[in-house]
Structure formats: C-alpha cells, structure tokens
C-alpha cells in the first residue's frame, strides 16, 4: 500500500465521519443520547469512541501523551465531539502531509488501553484506524435504523462516487 493510498483512505474517513456526525445530528437529543445497550452506549457513546480512537492511535505516531480522559467521555454533547474530531482530522492530515512512503514500514511500539505491547508498523496503524472508525460507524448507522431514522450513507464506494476521478 502506498501512502498516497493511505492518504486517500483517510481523505474517506474524514468525509464518512463528516456524514456519520451530520447525520447523528439530526436525531432528538433524547435519541441521540439513549442508551440502547450496544456499542459504548448508543450513538453518543459510539461517536465518541471513534473521535478518542483516532485521537489516541494520532498520540501514539506522534509519540506523544494519550488522551486525557478514555473514551470521549470528556465529550458531553455532539457538537464537542465534532469540534475535537474536526481538531483531530486536521492534525492527522497535517501528520500524513510530511510524512514519506519509506516511513510506512517503520514500527512503534504500541502499549494498548487494555495491556500488552505490540509492534506495527505505521501502514498497519493506518489501515487500522479507517478499519476501526469504519467499523464504528456501521454501528451508528444500524442504532439510527434502531431509532426509527433514516442514516447517512457512509460506505467507501460512495465516496468515490461523491468524490469523482481518483487524482493522477
């Protein structure tokens, strides 16, 4: 995988949260916070772990401290979940612009929230915070169906569909 890929996966990721948080926000605000028993709650829940997930793996690459509080749970509304997700897509786009093709296989040692250590190299983090937030999102979308909402679309193809060409 290239970084020019990777580039454009986040460039993905960026435009399906966009949709994923437009589209919570059109839910009552009793929906959007309701704890449906899922994933991390329900909806509120949900979109705030995806913001903390990217925010904790951009801390990692950048070697520096993780989130102060796990899980978003310093996020009391969508609105600041979406300004720290705003703040956290603009520093990983600035960290993807320098960074350089012959640093994807370059290793960090991860220490997971739930224990351990691992070695990946910075391609596998990449692929795995899209996978992660994809995954995520997919969740969101079926608690809103669970709400009686239509949700946004936010699959890959439809991206590209939205996006146009792909960039020579």
């Known amino acids: 995988m290239t970084l020019s890929e ?11 949260n966009r949709k994923i948080l437009d589209g919570a926000a059109g839910l009552p605000v009793d929906e959007y916070f309701r704890d449906l028993k899922s994933s991390h709650g329900g909806v509120h829940g949900t979109l705030c772990h995806i913001v903390w997930g ?76 899209v996978d992660h937030s994809s995954y995520h999102r997919g969740q969101v979308v079926t608690l809103i169906r669970q709400l009686g909402h239509g949700p946004p679309v936010t699959n890959l193809i439809y991206y590209y569909r939205e996006r146009g060409p792909a960039p020579r």
């Open 54 to 129: 990217e925010e904790l793996w951009l801390a990692r690459w950048m070697d520096a401290p993780p989130p102060a509080v796990g899980q978003g749970r310093d996020l009391p509304s969508l609105d600041a979940a979406r300004r720290r997700w705003e703040e956290v897509a603009g520093k990983q786009a600035a960290f993807l612009a320098a960074f350089t093709d012959a640093r994807l296989a370059e290793t960090r040692v991860i220490h997971p929230t739930t224990g351990g250590a691992y070695v990946h190299t910075f391609a596998e983090m990449f692929l795995h915070v």
């Open 6 to 16: 990777i580039r454009d996966l986040f460039a993905f990721n960026a435009w399906a």
